[in-house]
């Protein structure tokens, strides 16, 4: 499912992805429509969150990043790349992500910002073109809130990450309270359209759906943004 030249300092990084763009004819309605909003959104999305990764957002990528260990890497949901930088020095990543264009804005980061050898790939967390265990750790921030089919996302990730190996996720989420559950659903149809997000996902029993196995959970705001901490299980679905 890679494609593109290869090039430079880092053998593994993917230069050109316009031919990745085929891949759209293989998607399912739900699919395209993610990928069509996070096309468009794109161009602003850096900017549009500029505040709150000033304000909170870096400070939680950094907490996350800290629990990542040694060994082969892969992102889901890449975006524009802003963990890159974050990345620890030397680590391989494999970084997908639905949309060509926030992967032309992460190709940008991996040539300002990164020192490991990293492989950028338009690929459908669902359905992930990577054998089982192929991965020693995987990341995800702020990303099951648009995939379609979070539980079979988090399946995929689960299968592709070596037995034991970790998984961790920041991701917002429903709170539990019954009022502010209430509210967030009436703002999601709004919010997804505006920033591709669903506010409403109950992401903790997502994880658990899918079979992994929660070894930690940290709240970083309340019970609405929290660092997951799981590792691989059978996933039944
Ligand atoms: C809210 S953005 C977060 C981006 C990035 N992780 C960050 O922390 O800034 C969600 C990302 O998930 C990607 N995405 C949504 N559905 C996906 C899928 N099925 N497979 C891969 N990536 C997907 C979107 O294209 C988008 O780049």
Not at 7 to 33: E, H, I, Q
Not at 67 to 91: A, D, S
Request: hydrophobic share 40%; aromatic share 6%; charged share 25%.
């Amino acid at each position: 499912m890679s494609a593109g030249r290869r090039t430079g300092a880092f053998p593994n990084v993917v230069r050109d992805v316009s031919k990745l763009n085929d891949m759209k004819n293989y998607m399912p309605s739900l699919n395209r429509k993610t990928r069509q909003r996070f096309d468009r959104i794109a161009p602003i999305f850096d900017l549009m969150e500029w505040p709150m990764e000033r304000l909170f957002m870096g400070a939680w990528r950094k907490r996350a990043l800290s629990e990542l260990g040694n060994g082969r890497l892969l992102e889901v949901g890449v975006g524009t790349g802003k963990n890159m930088p974050l990345y620890p020095p030397g680590t391989t990543v494999s970084a997908v992500d639905i949309s060509r264009k926030m992967l032309l804005r992460a190709r940008r980061r991996v040539d300002r910002h990164h020192h490991g050898e990293i492989q950028l790939m338009m690929a459908d967390v669902q359905a992930l073109p990577f054998a089982s265990g192929t991965f020693d750790q995987a990341l995800a921030t702020f990303t099951f809130c648009s995939v379609p089919d979070p539980v079979q996302g988090l399946c995929e990730v689960g299968r592709v990450v070596r037995p034991g190996g970790v998984i961790v996720m920041l991701e917002h989420m429903q709170p539990q309270s019954l009022w502010l559950g209430k509210l967030f659903d009436f703002l999601n149809p709004l919010v997804i359209r505006i920033l591709g997000d669903n506010i409403n996902r109950k992401t903790l029993e997502n994880v658990q759906s899918a079979g992994l196995r929660i070894r930690r959970v940290i709240d970083v705001k309340g019970d609405i943004v929290r660092i997951i901490i799981a590792t691989a299980g059978a996933c039944e679905k």
